[in-house]
């Protein structure tokens, strides 16, 4: 599915280009916008609808499970996994197997401000640096769709023009400097987003993805889509159905399950975290 905005075909303008101003309004979008943005920017209207400042800026903490279908390497694999997010840190760690094999086959890649981990039962490898850029960025989305992290001082928010559908868009840059573009239909509802991310294989091209969300699950407050499908460079990539999700105040203690030790930690040189 393209990006109705154009907005891939530009691949963020070299990773949205310092951000540059938007572009005047045309008379027609401009007399698109609907009431629920009325007298709001398109980020405030985007965190009421998301379950509000109240409930999304108390999140520390974003977990779920759920199933899916990865296109990679010329395969396709169906996958079970678990996911955990700390937008505020830059810290996430995912956990997968193929559905037919079981935890027993488990891996997890750990990301966290800018480096990032392959951990088998045994070792932790660090990854190569683009690789780690790669898994820094894609993690970043979902800092991005809890909105929140957003309003941070050092984050920058550049509105788009109103679509004449009644969508609006922002083009995102969080505190930590990746970014992208969200896209919100007509009820301030997260519908589409897009990023340019590092070829973790070092090529020079970005990779440029296009994000669609779907249906609803609600924890503490916040909403968040049961469905991200997630195409690269206008290919299938990765469709997830979560089947659990949470949103928490509080950090949890994270030892790796499939790991011979529970209390296994990553290098001492890495950054310091809860993990």
């Given amino acids: 599915m393209a990006f109705k905005r154009g907005y891939m075909a530009v691949a963020l303008g070299a ?11 045309t008379a027609s979008q401009a007399t698109a916008a609907p009431s629920v943005y009325a007298g709001k920017s398109v980020l405030d209207a985007a965190i009421d609808a998301a379950g509000g400042q109240a ?6 903490e974003l977990e779920w499970t759920g199933t899916a279908t990865v296109n990679a390497g010329g395969k396709t694999t169906v996958i079970e996994l678990e996911t955990v997010v700390r937008p505020l840190t830059h810290w996430a760690r995912s956990t997968s197997w193929p559905k037919a094999d079981g935890p027993k086959a488990a891996r997890t890649i750990q990301a966290e401000q800018g480096l990032a981990w392959s951990v ?24 991005l769709m ?11 928010v550049t509105e788009q023009p109103a679509g004449a559908d009644g969508t609006r868009a922002i083009k995102a840059v969080l505190a930590n400097g990746m970014g992208g573009e969200l896209e919100f239909d007509a009820s301030g509802k997260l519908v589409r987003a897009g990023m340019a991310v590092r070829d973790p294989a070092g090529g020079a091209q970005p990779i440029v993805e296009t994000v669609t969300f779907s249906g609803e699950l609600v924890s503490n407050g916040v909403k968040w889509p049961k469905k991200i499908s997630i ?14 999700f949470e949103a928490t105040p509080d950090l949890k203690p994270r030892p790796l399950k499939h790991t011979l030790d529970d209390g296994q930690q990553p290098p001492a040189a890495r950054p310091a975290d809860a993990g």
Avoid: I
Avoid at 15 to 23: E, F, G, K, V
Avoid at 233 to 241: I, K, S, V
């Fill in 55 to 60: 409930a999304l800026s108390t999140v520390r």
């Fill in 15 to 25: 990773l949205l280009a310092a951000c540059a101003s938007a572009p005047e309004q």
């Fill in 231 to 244: 195409q690269q460079n206008g290919q299938p990539y990765f469709d997830l159905e979560l089947a659990t």
């Fill in 120 to 143: 088998n039962r045994v070792t932790w490898t660090p990854m190569p640096e683009a690789q780690a850029a790669h898994e820094n960025q894609q993690f970043a989305l979902y800092s």
């Fill in 146 to 156: 809890l909105l929140t992290p957003l309003k941070d001082p050092a984050a920058k």
